[in-house]
């Protein structure tokens, strides 16, 4: 079944008396489960289009709905994964990761369960106690990935969250990525500018085209794969 489906949308900025159209005409379906890849050159709105579905940016036009249900703000269905680590600096590993289910009133006991199986599935038992500014690029992007986890949501939105790492980590936290997403099922939108890592990670590759003047979009390109 469809979850995330895209109706004409549009979105234009105003820079001073300029008007930029960053998305025009986007129709998508999204199925459950899927791991979708946006892929396209730099400018030509994949992040416009994935804060549009987070609920951060909603559309000028068109809409986005989430299992039936127009969204116009972000929600506990949809987590996020951004390039930059948006880490809490003051706090520890432990603390980033159980900091969403604080939050969602979970008990002490049931936090450290939480905790202690994200902290093994992205082996990072050894830095629990470890702030932020001491990990490495792709121990961070762990704890991000920890953290959106911890919240449970059906659908993870991705913003280059690999764009930042050398390519051997980058390899090694796209098949920790994949191992998770087969044992969780999640719905998996991640927004690259790699044809390399589309062709690794996607299901379906959704390419977003940019042509100086106009904003077009209109390939799409489906792509199931055997996964053994
Ligand atoms: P990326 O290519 O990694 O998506 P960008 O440099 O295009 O990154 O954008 C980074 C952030 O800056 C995004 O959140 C985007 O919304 C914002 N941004 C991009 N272009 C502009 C602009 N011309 N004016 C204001 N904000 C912008
Ligand atoms: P991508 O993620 O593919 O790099 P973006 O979605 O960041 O592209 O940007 C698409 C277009 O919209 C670019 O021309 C960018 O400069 C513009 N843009 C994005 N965010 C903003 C913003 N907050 N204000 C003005 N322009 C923006």
Known sequence: PVQI???????????????????????????KGEFVCLLGPSGCGKSTLLNAVAGFQPPTKGTVAVDGRTITEPGPDRGMVFQEYALFPWMTVAQ?????????GMSKPEIAGTVERLLEKLHLQDFRNRFPKDLSGGMRQRVAIARVLALDSPIL???????????????????????????????????THSIEESIY??????????????VKRDVLVDMPRPRD
């Open 96 to 104: 980033n990761v159980a900091f969403g289910l604080e939050i969602k």
């Open 5 to 31: 489906r895209i109706r004409g949308v549009e979105k234009t900025f105003a820079v001073g008396t300029q008007k930029i159209v960053a998305l025009q005409d986007i129709d998508l379906d999204i199925r």
């Open 157 to 191: 939105l991705m913003d280059e969250p690999f764009g930042a790492l050398d390519a051997l980590t980058r390899r090694t936290l796209q098949d920790e990525l994949l191992r998770i997403w087969e044992e969780v099922g999640k719905t998996i939108l991640f927004v």
């Open 201 to 214: 990670l996607a299901d379906r590759i959704v390419v977003m085209t940019y042509r100086p003047g106009t």
